[in-house]
């Protein structure tokens, strides 16, 4: 399966009104719109939106979004899906969602639901300038209770490859030259651990903390540098008890032939090899670490 990046990520939203306010006005998104089911918002790229919330009684993934080249892949996609037994909870089809496109959906052995998709429109005004600018998702961390059988689906169906191991800890997964796009991290329950998006450098990731702390939030972790994946983070926890990251530099594997996964040892100037961060706060852990996701099954409708 040729998945090429990340496109965006729905997160379901006990609190929406703040939860929006905290994007637009602390972490520097735009609105990309609103409809029946969700907010839309996106970042300084041509992304048409990057981030979805959608009202609901809890926290929880409602899907993750993932591009693929053409319509014909989406198709390809889905025969092969079928063929391994992956349930569909939307065959291939023109979406409807803003920015619409021609993609499916389906279910993950956690019953993540995500989406392949191609076609979709992209801005065309090239945004407005702020003083804080994420440009699209860098990266998202889930927690798994199935940690091999779920890296092993990611990996072998969906052909994600294994950048790096944090000990049997975590996965972090690519799709392209970037270190990761995705990551796995062994939890007693399947939940959102973190979102991160790219910054344009060090800067901005300093521009974005320095907004927020002029709201009068500080950093819940960071800023610093993370060993695997050699990117510099800074994380918060959002109104709705999620955690977001301001992330750049993110290591880019270039020779998919001669590249060796490493094996990191769990120790802090591995999780922080500038040793600037300290360490997570118990706040910060038990929020990534989330509640108990049931996943898409028994939600309803695709649109619920």
Request: glycine residues 10%.
């Amino acid at each position: 399966m040729k998945i090429q990046d990340i496109r965006h990520v729905g997160l379901l939203s006990p609190a929406i009104e703040p939860h929006a306010r905290f994007y637009l006005e602390g972490w520097g998104l735009q609105s990309a719109g609103e409809d029946r089911h969700a907010r839309y918002f996106r970042g300084m790229s041509a992304d048409h939106h990057i981030l979805s919330l959608h009202p609901a009684g809890r926290c929880g993934l409602h899907h993750l979004a993932f591009s693929v080249d053409g319509r014909e892949e989406v198709d390809a996609a889905a025969g092969e899906l079928e063929r391994t037994g992956t349930p569909l909870v939307a065959r291939p089809s023109d979406l409807d969602e803003p920015g619409g496109g021609y993609g499916l959906r389906f279910l993950d052995p956690e019953n993540r639901c995500i989406e392949l998709s191609a076609g979709v429109a992209e801005r065309s005004d090239g945004g407005s300038a702020r003083e804080v600018e994420p440009l699209r998702l860098c990266h998202v961390v889930l927690n798994t209770a199935r940690f091999d059988e779920v890296v092993e689906f990611y990996t072998d169906i969906l052909g994600f490859r294994v950048s790096d191991w944090n000990e049997n800890q975590m996965a972090f997964l690519r799709c392209n030259p970037k270190h990761h796009v995705l990551a796995f991290n062994r939890a007693d329950h399947a939940s959102v651990n973190h979102v991160a998006y790219v910054m344009a450098n060090v800067d901005g990731v300093m521009k974005g903390l320095s907004n927020l702390r002029a709201l009068g939030q500080k950093p819940d972790w960071g800023p610093g540098r993370h060993g695997p994946g050699n990117n510099i983070f800074c994380y918060y926890k959002d109104p709705a008890g999620y955690v977001s990251e301001f992330s750049s530099d993110m290591e880019h594997i270039e020779d998919e032939a001669t590249h060796q996964p490493a094996v990191w040892r769990r120790v802090p100037e591995h999780a922080d090899v500038w040793g600037t961060a300290g360490s997570p706060s118990p706040e910060v852990r038990k929020a990534m670490a989330g509640d108990p996701d049931p996943g898409w099954a028994g939600k309803g409708t695709l649109a619920d």
